[in-house]
């Protein structure tokens, strides 16, 4: 998905304050992906008195989906968090820039500038 908001890549200070509220940001977002995927995990528990149907193979295959990508976004918030402990959080990964203020704010988790970010999706 490319998304078409214009983002300032000149300003790419963060503030002590931004720095925080990123943070915490990650680590709620970090507490809702487990809690989503403790209730994914819980509701795939098959039961003994279930039979099956076509109902619930697309029930499973739906909550198999959903946890794959809660798995995919906290794989994501907890490398972010891992990067800020060491010091290279805002840094792309591709072209080792710094990654715009505006653009953190929106995707905490981001790895790569605007530009490199839309060099990947073309790629794809």
Do not use: W
């Not at 000149?10 to 304050?17: D, F, G, K, V």
């Not at 709620?28 to 109902?55: C, I, N, T, Y």
């Not at 790895?111 to 999706?121: D, L, S």
Request: charged letters at 25%.
């Amino acid at each position: 998905m490319v998304n078409h908001q214009t983002i300032d890549e000149h300003n790419t200070e963060l503030s002590a304050e931004d720095f925080a509220a990123l943070r915490e940001n990650l680590h709620e977002q970090r507490v809702f992906r487990q809690e989503q995927l403790h209730q994914l995990s819980a509701a795939a528990a098959p039961r003994a008195d279930a039979l099956p149907s076509r109902r619930s193979a697309a029930q499973l295959e739906v909550r198999v989906k959903l946890a794959a990508s809660a798995r995919l976004v906290l794989a994501d918030v907890e490398a972010a968090l891992t990067r800020m402990d060491l010091g290279r959080y805002g840094t792309c990964h591709l072209c080792r820039g710094p990654i715009a203020r505006e653009r953190l704010l929106i995707v905490p988790q981001a790895r790569y500038c605007a530009r490199c970010q839309q060099v990947k999706e073309a790629g794809r």
